[in-house]
């Protein structure tokens, strides 16, 4: 394995690792920042701002 190689094989590591970490990332703020969210404001705690209604769509 020469060196060129040897750096293909080193940035592909790299991408996979930024790759990943990226996915959990963006996972974690999908769940719990998006479903936080949705439970308060679209679903639960919008009765001043939403007809009932328009909140039920949702949930379909």
Do not use: H, Q
Request: charge should be positive.
């Amino acid at each position: 394995m020469n060196n060129n190689e040897k750096a293909l094989k080193k940035s592909r590591l790299s991408w996979y690792f930024y790759d990943f970490g990226n996915s959990a990332y963006a996972s974690v703020i999908l769940l719990a920042v998006y479903s936080a969210y949705f439970k308060n404001v679209v679903v639960g705690g919008a009765e001043g701002v939403m007809p009932p209604f328009v909140k039920t769509r949702f949930l379909a």
